[in-house]
């Protein structure tokens, strides 16, 4: 089976290699944008491309196509796939009716069957708040209460690598998130643990979280943070699909912490 990886020196598409290759997948094609500097196992069929440029994306012989989020091309790949005989599309979009909609929508347009991957916010997206941990204690955010279970990506690119390689996942959307729903502040307080320090949250109003965010988020600084005052209201519950289809617990906020304290010190 040749599996054909897109994205695959990204944060989570770079995993999913890893994991195909740990789960014993010995015919895999990467496509990246920069082999020379990609770092892949020899074991592994580099490409350069990129899913911008659906033209470049190798789709001949393939046999699974793990798509990684890009939805300006998304529709084209998919079709290209489908006319290339691609038996099966694992996508990695997000939550049903938010931003990465359309990634489902072209999935399905395509006609191929497919298994959608959709996982809430990523751990390492406290990575925003490195710069202000490495200066001091304090960290200066908007929507102090807002609560979600936010998802490792090790363990997203586990669960791709799973439906990848396994059967019986066709036409299934999966819901990924960790284990536990934990507010902005307790994020920050449990980096803190990770490095031995006691971290401090500073709210902020809405519009000054935006304008913080906005050198860093551009245009999606106030779609992040709208997104961060609906949790407040409604936060998100942890569902237990990882541990059901791993066999194994999801990584806690606390390990993710521990695991990438460097991220932050």
Not at 17 to 23: F, G, K, Q, S, Y
Not at 66 to 92: Q, S
Not at 143 to 152: M, P, R, T
Not at 229 to 245: I, M
Request: proline share 5%.
């Amino acid at each position: 089976m040749k599996v054909l990886v897109t994205g695959a020196t990204a944060n989570v598409g770079r995993m999913v290699v890893d994991e195909l290759l740990a789960r014993g997948a010995d015919d895999i094609r990467a496509l990246t944008v920069d082999p020379a500097r990609a770092g892949l196992p020899s074991s592994v069929e580099v490409v350069r491309g990129f899913v911008s440029r659906p033209s470049t994306v190798p789709l001949h012989g393939v046999d699974v196509l793990y798509l990684a989020p890009h939805i300006p091309t998304a529709y084209e790949v998919c079709r290209r796939a489908a006319d290339a005989g691609v038996r099966r599309i694992v996508d990695l979009a997000g939550a049903k009716g938010d931003h990465w909609q359309e990634i489902e929508n072209a999935v399905e347009a395509s006609g191929v069957p497919h298994t959608h991957l959709e996982p809430g916010e990523f751990m390492a997206n406290a990575t925003l708040w490195a710069d202000q941990i490495r200066a001091g204690d304090e960290v200066r955010d908007g929507y102090a209460g807002s609560a979600n279970a936010a998802i490792a990506q090790e363990d997203i690119a586990a669960v791709a690598a799973h439906v990848i390689v396994t059967t019986g996942h066709e036409g299934q959307s999966y819901e990924l998130t960790g284990p536990q729903s934990l507010t902005r502040r307790e994020k920050v307080e449990a980096i803190g643990r990770a490095l031995g320090r006691d971290l401090r949250y500073i709210e902020l109003t809405h519009d000054e979280a935006v304008e913080q965010l906005r050198p860093v988020m551009g245009e999606y600084a106030e779609w992040y943070l709208q997104g961060a005052a609906q949790l407040t209201r409604h936060p998100q519950a942890a569902v237990p699909t990882v541990p059901e289809l791993l066999g194994r617990p999801a990584k806690t906020y606390e390990q993710w912490a521990r695991d990438h304290a460097g991220l932050f010190r």
